[in-house]
């Protein structure tokens, strides 16, 4: 059974701070994926990582894929109150498999 | 619509029950996908279909879950003889089914068993 850790479960800052979230697995993913998700809704894809080492910027917002490709985080640079929501962290075992879903990172951000 | 659609969006059941949950995916997508979520948890995969291939039922829970994708396209998930602990919200997303292709997710379906 594959099974991704996420960590933290929760995290409260204050609007400017910095925060790394983690994901990891002890088997090896094919890509992996980053959504958020906002109360009521579903998740919404903000990044898809293939390569091991791999380095994407959205905003700031900064994925990393581990060069094994067990691992991944997620950085937010000077958070704001509208990054509030639930972070959740999906990998691909194999190209034709199900998507399998971390716990999920719910961070609040406050003004 | 251009999104994925679950209906109902609410179900309160009594326990014991059998209820239905439906979901129309983006037209043209292979792999549909049903997950259920407690309060502020991650996804619990249940099963994901892919073009004409046998359905991965893995993650159902119990023998009292079934899902069915008709025409490649609509699904439905059918709980039978609810019990309180299948309260819960059950999204359904669906994809383009190429590797690493993104799911597109409905609001969900939020089930309550008194």
């Known amino acids: 059974t594959q099974l991704l850790e996420q960590s933290p479960q929760f995290l409260s800052i204050q609007e400017g701070e910095n925060l790394t979230v983690y994901c990891n697995s002890s088997s090896v993913f094919s890509s992996l994926q980053w959504y958020r998700q906002e109360p009521g809704e579903g998740p919404v894809l903000l990044v898809t990582v293939v390569t091991g080492g791999e380095v994407k910027k959205l905003k700031r917002l900064t994925f990393q894929f581990g060069d094994a490709r067990k691992d991944s985080s997620l950085h937010i640079t000077a958070a704001q109150p509208g990054d509030t929501g639930l972070y959740l962290c999906?990998?691909?075992?194999?190209?034709?498999?199900?998507?399998?879903f971390g716990q999920g990172t719910e961070l609040s951000v406050k003004p | 619509g251009a999104g994925v659609s679950q209906s109902p969006s609410n179900k309160v059941t009594e326990k014991g029950k059998d209820v239905e949950l439906r979901c129309d995916p983006i037209s043209g997508h292979t792999a549909l996908y049903w997950y259920r979520q407690s309060l502020g948890q991650g996804l619990e995969f249940l099963i994901y279909?892919?073009?004409?291939?046998?359905?991965?039922k893995s993650g159902l829970p119990s023998d009292r879950f079934s899902a069915e994708r008709t025409g490649g396209s609509v699904s439905t998930l059918t709980i039978q003889r609810t019990q309180q602990e299948d309260s819960a919200v059950y999204l359904c997303?669906?994809?383009?089914?190429?590797?690493?292709?993104?799911?597109?997710f409905g609001n969900g379906t939020r089930l309550t068993v008194t």
């Open positions: 279909f892919q073009g004409n291939s046998a359905p991965d």
């Open positions: 999906a990998g691909l075992y194999n190209q034709g498999g199900k998507l399998i």
């Open positions: 997303a669906s994809s383009l089914g190429t590797g690493g292709s993104p799911l597109h």
